[in-house]
Structures are given as C-alpha cells and as structure tokens.
C-alpha cells in the first residue's frame, strides 16, 4: 500500500535554529509531493509543491524542500525559524495512477519557543 | 475570493444518529476531495468528486458512510448510525485545472458520544 511517513512527530526548536523535517514515501512510480501546514486555530494552507523540474522548490515563509528520488524523500528544512511557525506540518503524496487523491503523513507538531 | 467553507463546524451527536456535513467548494472547482483526521491521526482521503461523480471511492470506511454532490458544486457527507470511532475532524478540499493542488476547508468536528 501506498504510504507517507514522517519520522519526527514532536520538534521543539528556539528561535533562529535550523529546522528539517523528514518524509518518505514508499515507492510508486512517478509522483507529486506537498508540504501543507495548518497554524494553529486555522485550516491546512499549502506551504510548498513538487511536481518536476529542480528537485529543490522554494515555498513560502522562506520553507523549502528537497525531492531525492533515489531515497524516496521530499524532506522540509528553513536555516531559521520564527516563533511564528509554530504549527502542524503534513507532507503528502499524490501518486500517479493512483487518482487524484493525496497520501498524507501523519504530521509533525513544531514548537518554537522564544 | 472565497475558499471552501464548510458547516457545520462543530457536530455533537449521540451514537446510532445520523449525520449530515457540508462542504462549499471554491467556485468553479471542478474536484472535490473529502478526508478524515482523527486524533493523532495523519488525513485519511475518503471520496473524491469530479463534478458530479465520485470516480473513487476507496476510502470510505463502511456502507454507513455516502457522499453525494449536486450541480458540481455543494457535496454533503452523510453518516448514518454514528458510532464513536467516527469522531474526527471531517475535512473538505477542492481543486481546479491540472495542478491538483487542494484548497482545504477548516473542517467539521464531529464528536459521537
């Protein structure tokens, strides 16, 4: 089956540290690959996406993600966090062939304290 | 312009009642995606709408669970005979074109008790 892991469920960082988050997909061909994030109190916003092209893709609030697709990873790093975002971050597949459904990891709660 | 709205927001129902949620895709969105997410849970897709029809419907978990949608705009998911492993914040996404990228709603909590 068709699946999304991410390694880190709880990341509290201080402010100005480096931040990367982990994904891994299990194999199944060509894919598409998201990096939501739902701040708290509000509804999932898309921070970043992957479809082809340069495996490394800028979103916003300075994220970025990395497609390494001989380790089936698309992991999420920012050089500096901001008490701001903290958040719930989701990292989701769309597999192609598979429908236009998304394969959603089960998240990583990130704490940034002052 | 407007997003996806849903309603309502908060849903508290006794076990064995039947449900109904409601989601307001953005206009002119032609897909429509409806997900769970229980507690401690990663989303869980449930049914996907293209206009009117649900070309996929894998991951609905039981025959109490149906999902319909009209004028290829507003999509109810209906939940019969609620049971507690049913509670979970019910989220709605729509998409438009060819970028699949998926607008969510806020989502409706449902609580069975």
């Known amino acids: 089956a068709q699946s999304v892991s991410q390694h880190n469920h709880h990341v509290i960082l201080s402010e100005a540290a480096s931040l990367e988050l982990g994904c891994n997909y299990s194999?199944?061909?060509?894919?598409?690959l998201f990096w939501y994030v739902q701040y708290p109190g509000q509804h999932l916003q898309l921070l970043l996406k992957?479809?082809?092209?340069?495996?490394l893709v800028k979103g916003i609030k300075g994220f970025e993600a990395e497609f390494i697709k001989s380790k089936f990873s698309f992991n999420l790093r920012k050089p500096s966090v901001q008490w701001s975002d903290t958040a719930e971050y989701f990292c989701?597949?769309?597999?192609?062939?598979?429908?236009?459904?998304?394969?959603f990891g089960t998240g990583t709660q990130l704490k940034v304290e002052l | 312009g407007a997003g996806v709205s849903q309603s309502p927001s908060n849903k508290v129902t006794e076990k064995g009642k039947d449900v109904e949620l409601r989601c307001d895709p953005i206009?002119?969105?032609?897909?429509l995606y409806w997900y769970r997410q229980s507690l401690g849970q990663g989303l869980e897709f449930l049914i996907y709408?293209?206009?009117?029809?649900?070309?996929?419907k894998s991951g609905l978990p039981s025959d109490r669970f149906s999902a319909e949608r009209t004028g290829g705009s507003v999509s109810t998911l209906t939940i019969q005979r609620t049971q507690q492993e049913d509670s979970a914040v019910y989220l709605c996404?729509?998409?438009?074109?060819?970028?699949?990228?998926?607008?969510f709603g806020p989502g409706t909590r449902l609580t069975v008790t």
């Open positions: 194999y199944g061909g060509t894919v598409n």
């Open positions: 989701a597949v769309k597999y192609t062939g598979g429908g236009n459904k998304l394969t």
């Open positions: 996404a729509s998409s438009g074109g060819t970028s699949y990228e998926q607008y």
């Open positions: 992957y479809f082809s092209g340069d495996p």
């Open positions: 709408f293209q206009g009117n029809s649900a070309p996929d």
């Open positions: 206009s002119g969105h032609t897909a």
